[in-house]
């Protein structure tokens, strides 16, 4: 006999950083902890998947050409407020004039590169249950 029971979710995560090699280290680690991941290296085109396929959270630098962060993380805040609630930045620019009032007006957690694994992954946990 055959379960009707449906198979649960895989959280989704959406990781948008320019550093390819940290990108898809990050989407490594989330697979083996049981996550879905997409890796995006700028934030337009992840922008334009946002807008149409749902996450459970983001993992975004701050600085990336193109789109940078802050302002990937605004868009999604006035098209998608649920979902900038489950962003969390993950940067070696925090101390940068150029984000610190930026990252004064979210509320969101920063993470400073180089980041241990263990903190990412709690903090993941914390903001997809939001």
Request: aromatic share 8%; net charge negative; glycine share 4%.
């Amino acid at each position: 006999m055959e379960s009707n029971a449906s198979i649960p979710r895989k959280r989704h995560v959406l990781i948008v950083d320019d550093n390819v090699q940290l990108a898809h280290f990050f989407e490594e680690i989330l697979k083996l902890h049981g996550y879905d991941a997409t890796v995006f290296l700028d934030g337009a085109e992840a922008l334009k998947y946002a807008s149409v396929n749902p996450a459970d959270a983001v993992i975004c630098d701050l600085q990336m050409p193109g789109l940078e962060g802050d302002l990937f993380y605004a868009t999604i805040e006035r098209v998608n407020s649920p979902l900038a609630r489950r962003f969390i930045f993950v940067t070696g620019r925090a101390d940068d004039e150029r984000y610190q009032k930026f990252l004064r007006t979210v509320e969101v957690p920063v993470l400073r590169k180089p980041v241990p694994v263990e903190l990412l992954l709690a903090q993941i946990e914390r903001v997809t249950k939001l």
